[in-house]
């Protein structure tokens, strides 16, 4: 586990071997996309920003949760391996998913492609919990204010560079990041530099998925 700063840290993750996850080319490309994580992706996703796929109901939940996420070759097979912890999504550009999250960190998708296992992600016990899935395409400058729980990354191909009022880091092909819920942060991505990430969010079902906006400006630190 490699710490980056007081409550942001990346954290090890089960990846795939060979190049299904290799690093993407780097080539100069559009403006960012600039949004805050509201508009509804596409369906198939890979559209330049940051982008809603999908939300569904957990439940009840003890204070340490994982998120699984399973990469399947269609959605019926991904759909077949669904738990009622899971949600099956087709995005960064046609990829199925298969995203679950449960308190059990040895908890397999039988025939998926075990692409990450990011945790533990602390939340509230006893209210029921909303997990809110989103996704990330470069070129992006998305901000993403406090919320109401855990907010976790993980970046499947390229960089993505985020910035809090603690510093700034790249996250990297294979690594994770997780926000504890009062951080405000910048998604961006470097000029020239493709990324590709999964983005979630952990909330009481009865609140709204973001706070407040923050006094907190980003100095650009990811453009520079």
Request: charged letters at 15%; proline letters at 8%.
């Amino acid at each position: 586990m490699r710490r980056l700063w007081p409550l942001l840290l990346v954290t090890a993750t089960i990846a795939l071997a060979g190049g299904a996850n290799a690093q993407l080319t780097s080539q100069p490309h559009a403006s960012p996309s600039s949004n805050n994580c509201e508009a509804a992706a596409a369906y198939g996703g890979g559209q330049a920003g940051c982008t809603w796929t999908r939300s569904f109901n957990l439940g009840p939940m003890p204070g340490d949760i994982y998120w699984h996420i399973d990469r399947f070759s269609d959605v019926p097979t991904a759909e077949a391996a669904r738990t009622l912890y899971g949600s099956v999504t087709v995005a960064l550009g046609g990829q199925v998913f298969l995203q679950t999250i449960n308190d059990n960190p040895g908890w397999t998708a039988p025939g998926g492609e075990r692409l990450a296992l990011v945790g533990p992600l602390r939340v509230p016990s006893g209210p029921d919990l909303e997990a809110r899935l989103m996704e990330v395409t470069a070129p992006v400058s998305a901000r993403l204010d406090s919320t109401s729980g855990p907010k976790a990354m993980f970046v499947l191909g390229g960089s993505i560079c985020l910035e809090t009022s603690t510093g700034v880091q790249d996250i990297v092909t294979r690594e994770a990041a997780i926000f504890t819920p009062e951080i405000s942060a910048e998604i961006a991505s470097r000029n020239g530099i493709d990324g590709r990430a999964l983005l979630l969010v952990i909330y009481p079902t009865n609140t709204p998925w973001v706070g407040q906006a923050s006094d907190w400006k980003p100095a650009g630190l990811c453009l520079r």
